[in-house]
């Protein structure tokens, strides 16, 4: 898809904001959100004023980024949704949002609210990220794979917890066994077989 931002511009300024991207989506996947603005047009050659005209703000240099990257999710989103059962729907979108988390050290800083509103950015796009997760936790729940008491703060907190964990470790393992407790403890909990009272054992 072209890229909005170049329309109308000459061919070195296109470049020289390609480059820019180029160079902030690196960084971005790489460290995070906290790289400044000035280190990013240090690596891409350029100097600060260059990359603050095509990008006023570092937000609106990570709105160019992101945009590409929700609207993926959504598109893996819908495929999920029409290719799984909504029991199992859920859960794995989770893991989808976990390893691409994992990925993109800035996706996960932004899906954690660390420096970034990506619902805002998601808006933006048009592709309603949140809606569409949201919409998987609603079906999970009554389908019954999920707990009818958990609402999606909890499930955008349990993701940033995985999303930290992988941060703090590095270790795909440690993750994995994250998601599986997360899983384990987003299922509804099984009902005990109810015992019979004193009395009824009394009277047998």
């Known amino acids: 898809m072209p890229d909005p931002g170049e329309r109308g511009l000459r061919a070195d300024a296109?470049?020289?904001?390609?480059?820019?991207?180029?160079?902030?989506?690196?960084?971005?996947?790489a460290e995070g959100l906290a790289v400044p603005v000035h280190e990013i047009a240090r690596r891409a050659g350029?100097?600060?004023?260059?990359?603050?005209?095509h990008f006023p703000t570092k937000e609106s240099l990570f709105q160019a980024i992101v945009s590409a990257r929700v609207e993926r999710l959504v598109t893996q989103a819908r495929t999920i949704e029409a290719e799984h059962d909504p029991a199992d729907a859920f859960f794995a979108f989770f893991e989808v949002m976990a390893a691409a988390g994992a990925l993109d050290r800035g996706l996960a800083d932004a899906l954690?609210?660390?420096?970034?509103?990506?619902?805002?950015?998601?808006?933006?796009?048009?592709?309603?990220?949140?809606?569409?997760?949201?919409?998987l936790l609603t079906a999970a729940q009554n389908a019954g794979a999920v707990r009818g008491d958990?609402?999606?703060?909890?499930?955008?907190?349990?993701?940033?917890?995985?999303?930290?964990?992988?941060?703090?470790?590095?270790?795909?393992a440690a993750r994995d066994r994250l998601i599986a407790i997360v899983r384990?403890?987003?299922?509804?909990?099984?009902?005990?077989?109810s015992q019979p009272s004193a009395g009824d054992t009394e009277n047998r």
């Open 14 to 29: 296109r470049r020289n904001r390609a480059r820019v991207l180029e160079v902030a989506i690196e960084a971005f996947a």
């Open 46 to 53: 350029v100097g600060t004023g260059t990359v603050s005209r």
């Open 112 to 135: 954690i609210g660390a420096g970034f509103d990506i619902d805002a950015a998601a808006a933006a796009t048009g592709y309603d990220l949140n809606e569409h997760f949201h919409r």
């Open 150 to 172: 958990v609402d999606f703060a909890d499930v955008k907190a349990l993701l940033a917890g995985c999303l930290a964990r992988e941060r703090d470790t590095a270790d795909p």
């Open 184 to 193: 384990a403890g987003l299922r509804p909990t099984a009902q005990p077989a």
